[in-house]
């Protein structure tokens, strides 16, 4: 089993950032990759960025190229999501998400094995 806590959603500007966190506890020697997802309301869940935690290779979705950016620090068990030039549609709970089904990381939700309880992140235009 894999615990995944994560912190750091609040509200902001458009333009402004934000920088989410997700701490990681339990088996987490067992997971290949971990990812962020969003889901606004009314909206299907949306996967925005995955690293590989073997060889920190990253997968953003279009929405989110050049402005968010997903890292690991391996030693703290802790991923990031660093979330900047925010606009209104980016307003979604996020989720982080560990996966193991397959070698390397995915934005789809079904490779993913643990979730957790997510943080809103609300941009005001």
């Known amino acids: 089993q894999v615990q995944l806590v994560e912190s750091g959603g609040g509200s902001v500007q458009a333009g402004g950032s934000l920088r989410l966190s997700c701490a990681a506890s339990?088996?987490?020697?067992?997971?290949?990759?971990m990812g962020w997802f969003r889901q606004a309301p009314w909206k299907e869940r949306e996967g925005v960025a995955a690293?590989?935690?073997?060889?920190?290779?990253?997968y953003y979705a279009n929405s989110v190229k050049g402005r968010f950016t997903i890292d690991q620090d391996n030693a703290q068990n802790t991923f990031y999501l660093q979330m900047s030039s925010l606009k209104p549609e980016d307003t979604a709970m996020y989720y982080c998400?560990?996966?193991?089904?397959?070698?390397?990381?995915?934005?789809?939700?079904?490779?993913?094995?643990?979730w957790g309880q997510g943080t809103q992140v609300t941009v005001s235009s």
């Open positions: 690293i590989t935690t073997s060889t920190s290779a990253t």
């Open positions: 998400a560990a996966g193991s089904k397959y070698w390397g990381a995915s934005l789809q939700a079904d490779a993913y094995n643990y």
């Open positions: 339990g088996a987490t020697y067992s997971s290949n990759y």
